[in-house]
């Protein structure tokens, strides 16, 4: 072989080489910057998001259904609560299901609507039976809208029932998980403090809840701009708000409104834990009959406010904790673990 013809070859092969490195760094550059192109089916649900109403509504019947569903959700004192036609009321508080299920029932972290009706029936400890959906708004009429049950085929009920089937409605499994319930809260091992949670409360809180708790509604007869946190035109005893761990959840991924979000709070877990006792120390109506929820008391969540218990734990630490010492009770004497 001549020198030539060597060099020629060993020419080609750094080319070749030169060629192939290139186009490793080429991949490597875009699997960093633009990992959606590499994607395998899980991550690129990553793009998905709920159903959106004024983009993705059909003409069907269910779906104008669904619509009115909508509507009912967003502003419930009007169709169903104070604000309806007598006959229609009732709701007992101007609240609308949204002040609490945000952005219509489809913001993450906010106990959202989005695969919730693929999840009932299911068994509920608070009734101790299987519960349907209908049945569980209806615990949130009773409560969390200090109310009576809407009639289960009333137009209503039909309604937000068909909404949350069409927010349901193709969610990838992976997602669904992320879309249901609230953040969780690191609980201290202290009690909580209302008094910790009245500066948590000015600081963070009252420039749209006011110093009184009662909210904003510049017309009189119309629905809230910001809801009331206590007092007789909110939440009953009975709702699940006033547990201090749920309400600290919900406010840890949601409050102040507009700013915090389930992957990205504003409070730490403390200040939540206290600005929660804070709101939950004001007065507020008081749900009838409290003693027959969870007729299986093993199964009351440990911050329920009110008994009776299947412990002796005081009325005062299952409103404010520690926590810790309850669950650690049931979970010593019945093997039941409980998180709430
Ligand atoms: C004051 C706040 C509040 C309002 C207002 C409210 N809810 Fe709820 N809702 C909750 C809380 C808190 C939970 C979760 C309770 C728990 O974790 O035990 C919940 C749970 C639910 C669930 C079950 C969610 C799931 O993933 O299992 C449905 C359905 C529901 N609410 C429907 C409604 C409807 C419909 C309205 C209006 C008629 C309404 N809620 C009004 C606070 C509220
Ligand atoms: C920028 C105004 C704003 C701030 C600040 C704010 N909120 Fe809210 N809050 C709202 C609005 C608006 C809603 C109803 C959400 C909706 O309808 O979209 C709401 C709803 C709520 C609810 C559920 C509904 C009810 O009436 O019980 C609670 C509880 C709550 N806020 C607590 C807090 C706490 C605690 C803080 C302070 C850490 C806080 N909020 C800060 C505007 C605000």
């Known amino acids: 072989m001549k020198v030539e013809d060597a060099i020629q070859r060993v020419f080609s092969l750094v080319k070749v080489l030169v060629a192939l490195y290139t186009l490793v760094l080429v991949l490597v550059i875009l699997m960093h910057n633009q990992p959606s192109l590499f994607a395998n089916k899980a991550t690129a649900n990553d793009s998905w998001s709920p159903r959106n109403i004024n983009t993705d509504l059909g003409d069907s019947r269910e779906d104008r259904l669904a619509k009115y569903g909508y509507e009912v959700i967003t502003q419930s004192s009007r169709y169903i609560g104070p604000l309806a036609e007598a006959g229609n009321r009732y709701a007992g508080n101007n609240l609308s299901c949204q002040n609490c299920h945000l952005e219509g029932g489809t913001k993450r972290g906010s106990a959202s609507f989005v695969g919730v009706a693929n999840r009932f029936p299911q068994f509920r400890g608070r009734e101790n039976k299987m519960g349907t959906l209908a049945?569980?708004?209806?615990?949130?009429?009773?409560?969390?809208?200090?109310?009576?049950?809407?009639?289960?085929?009333?137009?209503?009920?039909?309604?937000?029932?068909?909404?949350?089937?069409?927010?349901?409605?193709?969610?990838?499994?992976?997602?669904?998980?992320?879309?249901?319930?609230?953040?969780?809260?690191?609980?201290?091992?202290?009690?909580?403090?209302?008094?910790?949670?009245?500066?948590?409360?000015?600081?963070?809180?009252?420039?749209?809840?006011?110093?009184?708790?009662?909210?904003?509604?510049?017309?009189?007869?119309?629905?809230?701009?910001?809801?009331?946190?206590?007092?007789?035109?909110?939440?009953?005893?009975?709702?699940?708000?006033?547990?201090?761990?749920?309400?600290?959840?919900?406010?840890?991924?949601?409050?102040?409104?507009?700013?915090?979000t389930w992957d990205n709070p504003i409070l730490s877990d403390e200040e939540a834990y206290h600005v929660a006792a804070y709101i939950n120390s004001m007065g507020r109506a008081q749900k009838s009959n409290p003693g027959t929820d969870f007729p299986d008391k093993k199964l009351k969540p440990v911050s329920t406010p009110y008994g009776p218990w299947t412990d002796s734990f005081s009325s005062e630490q299952h409103k404010y904790g520690p926590f810790q010492p309850i669950m650690a009770f049931y979970e010593r004497e019945f093997g039941i673990k409980k998180g709430k």
């Open 135 to 260: 049945e569980r708004i209806n615990g949130c009429m009773e409560r969390s809208m200090n109310g009576k049950a809407l009639p289960e085929n009333s137009l209503e009920m039909q309604a937000m029932i068909a909404y949350m089937k069409w927010l349901s409605t193709d969610v990838p499994a992976e997602r669904e998980a992320e879309y249901k319930g609230f953040v969780k809260v690191v609980l201290p091992e202290a009690k909580a403090d209302p008094v910790l949670g009245k500066a948590v409360f000015v600081k963070h809180c009252q420039t749209c809840h006011m110093a009184d708790g009662q909210g904003q509604r510049p017309d009189p007869n119309g629905p809230y701009v910001y809801p009331p946190l206590w007092g007789t035109d909110t939440y009953n005893h009975g709702a699940g708000m006033h547990r201090v761990i749920t309400a600290a959840q919900f406010i840890k991924g949601n409050m102040p409104h507009l700013q915090a």
